[in-house]
């Protein structure tokens, strides 16, 4: 699209959302016509100096990328999603955190030093070069799917619209312009509010509801059914009930020292997630035989300090291990006492 058609579209929607009622959530994201400026130039000249618009295909946005854009906002507040210092991150929101990326290894298997894990396997990689990310060096597609590596970026993910949805990511339905078509609609759920000061707990967490692991799958189309963990050769159906034994074990686990002193009124673990319609961003009960696995039981869906955006290490044998070969930020222990085993226990009695 020419800047001319590109200026015309955008003066068009701009016109007939101003018309829309305005919905509560994403006051700024879907805050109407006073908020187009904040992401998109709206003329050519601004305050006497010429804009210069970059190459095609940048909806005259005020950076270089979308992501880039997505970051003058949000990286160091509102959500802090790409803290300044892998060592030393933000305060934990939910999705983990894109600093991590940067990181010259993540590697704390016996093998750390010998075979260092690049940071561009702690999880998405953005197309945001004035912040200093690039797309992932090793995989060209998503795994299991045929999502490119190099068109990844926030608006992958998250409708720069707003929508309502839990944290505005993306419907079912084409996307904007070449993206690909989604097949699963957008999760429910609730967030914590990234305009305040809260962050992360066992009381204080993403809410999971329902349809998370549906919505990885429009990118992980195989993974969706069964994910497949060549390593150790396990299965886990990503998308269906914990059942019984599961749920049980979850509910009454309070770590390696203690693992059946929990209390099930409590037992909610903001690193070991669930899904349930149940689930609100202050529960902290624990699952029921319906309560559902789903992918960011595991993972973090930005990045994390362990490989594959693992919610812990998946290479460590105890969890105080983390760190000490690669030198990466350790993942916090949730659970007192340095014998803690990697949290596949929270659903397993026994190791793995
Ligand atoms: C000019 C600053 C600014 C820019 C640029 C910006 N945002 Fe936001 N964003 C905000 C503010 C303010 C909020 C909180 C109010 C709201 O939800 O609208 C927010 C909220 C959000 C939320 C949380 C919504 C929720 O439900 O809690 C997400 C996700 C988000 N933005 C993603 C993006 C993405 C993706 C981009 C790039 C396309 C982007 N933002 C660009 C200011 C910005
Ligand atoms: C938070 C930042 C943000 C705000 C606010 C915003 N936009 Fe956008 N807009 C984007 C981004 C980013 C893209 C390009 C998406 C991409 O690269 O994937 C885009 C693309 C567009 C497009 C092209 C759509 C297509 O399908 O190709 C139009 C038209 C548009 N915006 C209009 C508007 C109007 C009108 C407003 C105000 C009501 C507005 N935008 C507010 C970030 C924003
Ligand atoms: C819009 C497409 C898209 C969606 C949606 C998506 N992913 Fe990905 N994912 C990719 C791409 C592309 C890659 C490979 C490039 C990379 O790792 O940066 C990838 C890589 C990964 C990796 C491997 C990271 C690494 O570097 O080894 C994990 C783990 C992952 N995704 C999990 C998830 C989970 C969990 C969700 C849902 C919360 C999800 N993905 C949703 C596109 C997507
Ligand atoms: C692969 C998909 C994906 C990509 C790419 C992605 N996000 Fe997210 N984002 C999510 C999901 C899913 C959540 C909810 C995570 C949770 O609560 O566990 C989220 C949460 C957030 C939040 C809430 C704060 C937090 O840490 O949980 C903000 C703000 C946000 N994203 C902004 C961004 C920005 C800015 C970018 C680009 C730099 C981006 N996202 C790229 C999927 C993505
Ligand atoms: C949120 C709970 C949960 C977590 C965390 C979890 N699992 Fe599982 N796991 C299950 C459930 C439920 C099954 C039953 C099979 C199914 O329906 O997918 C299972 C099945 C398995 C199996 C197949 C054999 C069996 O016992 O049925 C293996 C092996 C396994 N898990 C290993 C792991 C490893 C390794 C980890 C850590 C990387 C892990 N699990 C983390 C819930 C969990
Ligand atoms: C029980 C925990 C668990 C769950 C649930 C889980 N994963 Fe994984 N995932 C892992 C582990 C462990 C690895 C690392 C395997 C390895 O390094 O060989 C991994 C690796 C990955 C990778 C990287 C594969 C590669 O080739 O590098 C992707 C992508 C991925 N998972 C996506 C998903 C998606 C999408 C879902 C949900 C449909 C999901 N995972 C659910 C534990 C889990």
Redesign the pocket.
Known sequence: MTSLRLRTAIMMTWGALAMVACRP???????GVSACN??HVMHNSEEGQEVVIGGAGDYLLRAET?SD??L???ATS??SVLGSDPLAPPPEMGAGNFVFLLEDNLNDGADGVTNPINGDAAGHNINAPAHGIGADGTVAFSPGGSYPSHSLG??SC?D?H?NGN???LRDAGPGLSWEPTFSYAAPTGI?LD??SAVTESNASHSAYNSGMSRWCGNCHQDYLSRHNQQQSGFSHRTDSALGGRASNYYSVYNGTDDPMGGNPATAYLADVPFEDLAVTTTSTQGPVNNSRMTCLSCHRAHATSGPRSGRWDFAVPLLSDDGIVSGSYPIPNPYPGPNQAPLCQQCHDRLP
């Open positions: 959530a994403n006051a700024f994201h879907d805050g904040g992401c979308a854009l997505c003058s906002c949000h509102l959500g926030c608006t998250h720069p707003g839990f944290r505005m967030g990234i305009e």
